[in-house]
């Protein structure tokens, strides 16, 4: 497995692999990779007959300073796992690689409206920073093919709408949610958690299921079993952030005559700031 720092000599190496007609599979990453990352690796080494993973904890979406600088970084256990996954290359720039005259002046890619809400409404700029750092990718990689998780689906709706309105020749794929066996997502910001944190974190994926047990058994008065859930939340622990109950294909508000949901939540949990979602197909009533 390669390691490459510098766009030039990325470049270089994708050049020869294009010149010999591999498909090429590109898996952004923050590092500190888990089991998660690696069905994404998985996935990508099924779509493609090379696999890039970049690392690059990116300032530009984090919108606070201490959370930047106390995110995990464990490069070495990254490439040995991505080795053992059988990667082609990882691409670990520095940050002054990817922004060469600073962040502060460097253009920047921002996908209006879903870029607002959820997520984006309580961590100003961080989708900015994300939609920003993924175009720059796609330019320096050029995959046919870029591999994505549905735990953050507003992330991977954002990727969908950035290539489709800036016209990039790639293909998003996407992976669901790998889980640790009592149900609680795989995160990089689990190692946040406390012993008796990470003992209540699967209620989070609890309270979803519960949602999607709910609608699917009639339930349609969906503020009245959000306020239910949220209190829930709450009485353990948690400060949610939101919780709601969403079309699957634009992140707006759902109605009760809607079919393809998705059940969205952050919370709190200590220090951890956790996410999850789940899907939700309702059967047409005719």
Known sequence: MLTVSNIPELRKVLGQWRAEGERIALVPTMGNLHRGHLQL?????????????????NPMQFDRENDLKGYPRTLEEDRQKLEGMGADLVFVPSS?????????????VDVPGLSRILCGASRAGHFRGVT??????????QPDVAVFGKKDYQQLLLIRRLVADLNIPVEVVAVATVRESDGLAMSSRNSYLSTDERRRAPLLYLVLKGLKIAIKGGAREYSKILEESKKDLISHGYTPDYLRILRQGDLSDAGSQDKALVILA?????????????????????
């Open 266 to 286: 952050a919370a709190w949990l200590g220090k951890a700031r956790l996410i999850d979602n789940v899907l939700l197909h309702l059967k047409d009533d005719r």
């Open 41 to 57: 690796v998985e996935t990508a080494k099924a779509e493609a007959s090379r696999v890039v993973v970049s690392i690059f904890v």
């Open 96 to 108: 002054s690689e990817v922004y060469p005259l600073g962040m502060e002046t460097a253009t920047q």
């Open 132 to 141: 920003t750092i993924v175009t720059k990718l796609f330019n320096m990689v």
